[in-house]
């Protein structure tokens, strides 16, 4: 049979190869935007490891992240790195340095100065869809409001099950993980519990963003670029905008450390100089905003955040939970 029928052998192996690569593929759970929770780390940062070790033992992000991943940028490549992978909508939060120059003409002491600052950190906030971290935080509240009583936000505000139920199965709705009745209650479980979670995280943000001013680098879109070069339109552009927090701070982090607390150094630190080099001085966390790509989970990093800041310094000592 061997001898004579080799070929038709050969030929059902390479059927059952096919069909079994397409019922794994067609099984598969596939993974959506935002399930894939990515952090960039920019040439002038450091503490990936850090970060996956963080994220290991703390268990921030909810059950519908299904991976996690970090991106170290290269000095070489690191714009067109970015500008591809963010043109995927792929990425949540950026380390970033915020190191502070002035052209030559406009150094400090002479007149409005302070205009022609430029940074790595408000490049991007110029070039790229960053949250304004205030509007990030009052999106987050009307979306958690879809999920209580008469559609209101209230910071301690029930998660409606029924509410949350008929999301969910909007969203799972495809999902092989939830085809089964009972994976589905144990999925709804799961969702509720994610809700609740980050209720609890816009609560402790918006004490933040309330009491801890100086946690925030607070930018006005478009500064950097309107006064550092010719474009009217850019200027235009400019002047419709208002300042916003564009990013945590890592400095202030390290500088409210508790004690037995983790060094924030170790998941957020500056090679940007030797000077600063091991460092969190001008370090920033930027957020993307890909809200349209992602509406459910866009807010995870409100939650990834706070957890990171409720890790590395005593800033949420006060909050009231």
């Known amino acids: 049979m061997l001898q004579y029928d080799w070929v038709k052998i050969l030929g059902m192996i390479v059927v059952a190869i096919i069909v079994w690569e397409l019922i794994f593929t067609v099984s598969a759970v596939r993974v959506k935007t935002g399930q ?3 952090v960039y780390y920019y040439p002038t940062t450091t503490g990936a490891s850090g970060l996956y070790d963080f994220n290991d ?6 059950y519908d992240v299904l991976e996690f991943s970090i991106e170290t940028l290269t000095t070489d490549y690191a714009e067109t790195v970015l500008s591809t992978r963010l043109s995927i909508a792929e990425g949540d939060l950026i380390v ?5 120059s002035y052209p030559e003409e406009h150094g400090e002491g002479t007149e409005n100065f302070e205009l022609y600052a430029k940074s790595n950190l408000y490049s991007l906030v110029d070039n790229y869809s960053i949250a304004a971290l205030d509007a990030l935080n009052e999106n987050a509240k009307n979306y958690l409001a879809r999920f209580m009583e008469n559609g209101e936000y209230a ?4 998660i ?3 509410k949350a139920a008929e999301n969910f199965d909007v969203r799972m709705k495809g999902d092989n993980r939830f085809r089964k009745e009972e994976d589905r ?3 709804l479980v799961l969702e509720i519990g994610r809700l609740e979670t980050l209720r609890g ?3 402790e943000f918006s004490y933040l963003l309330e009491n801890v001013p100086q946690l925030f680098l607070n930018y006005t879109k478009y500064q950097s670029t309107a006064h550092n070069s010719s474009s009217e339109d850019i200027r235009a552009a400019y002047e419709q905008q208002e300042e916003h927090p564009y990013a945590i701070n890592v400095e202030v982090l390290a500088e409210n450390r508790g004690e037995g607390q983790p060094s924030v150094i170790d998941v957020a630190s500056s090679r940007y100089s030797a000077e600063v080099e091991g460092t969190a001085i001008n370090t920033a966390i930027a957020v993307f905003d890909f809200t349209s790509e ?4 866009q807010y995870e990093t409100i939650v990834f955040l706070t957890s990171l800041i409720r890790t590395y310094s005593t800033l949420l000592d006060g909050a009231v939970n």
């Open 96 to 100: 970033i340095d915020n190191e502070i």
């Open 185 to 187: 209650a144990e999925g």
């Open 294 to 297: 992602q509406p459910d989970l």
């Open 57 to 62: 033992r703390e268990k921030p992000l909810s």
């Open 36 to 38: 894939n929770f990515k």
């Open 155 to 158: 910071a301690d505000g029930e």
């Open 201 to 203: 995280a816009v609560k």
């Open 160 to 162: 409606l099950s029924d």
